[in-house]
């Protein structure tokens, strides 16, 4: 099942940028023997400055077709990180053959594209920056391949 993480914005070099290259580094390797992977990030910049509907023309551009689109969002879903990697399981199991991972720009996710997502995820009440939601979405996707390969990286 490949993944695709479309976030809004460039992610230029940095602490940031390096974290993500690890982890999406590591997920590839621990993930593609269970069927999970490649894991492919997706910018999408508004150069126009249209806010958060035209980010959202230019994310659903980016979907690929067919994709199962999960949102980023802090009206989402808390989950621990065994849940989430039996979702990522249940959704490989069930033939998806494509998911996405949507972050949205410093104004959130628009309303219309929120609304047609098939699944939301939170990671918490409070609101995080879009860059750091990027770190610990790779983070957790590389944490849930180690959880299905059954590795030592998750100790709950």
Excluded at 32 to 59: N, T, Y
Excluded at 103 to 109: N, P, Q, V, Y
Excluded at 130 to 139: D, G, K, Q, T
């Amino acid at each position: 099942m490949r993944l695709g993480l479309v976030a809004v914005g460039r992610m230029r070099s940095g602490p940031e940028r390096m974290l993500v290259d690890d982890y999406v580094a590591r997920f590839d390797r621990t993930g593609r023997p269970l069927g999970l992977g490649p894991l492919a990030e997706i910018e999408v910049e508004d150069k126009k400055g249209g806010g958060m509907e035209a980010e959202a023309e230019l994310i659903a551009r980016a979907l690929p077709a067919a994709a199962l689109v999960v949102t980023m969002d802090e009206r989402g879903r808390v989950m621990s990180s065994p849940d989430f990697a039996a979702m990522l399981a249940r959704w490989r199991d069930a033939g998806r053959q494509d998911v996405a991972f949507v972050i949205g720009g410093a104004d959130g996710i628009a309303p219309a594209l929120r609304a047609k997502a098939d699944f939301s995820v939170s990671f918490g009440a409070m609101v995080w920056p879009h860059l750091l939601v990027r770190v610990m979405l790779a983070e957790q996707l590389y944490r849930a391949a180690t959880i299905l390969a059954g590795g030592p990286y998750h100790r709950a």
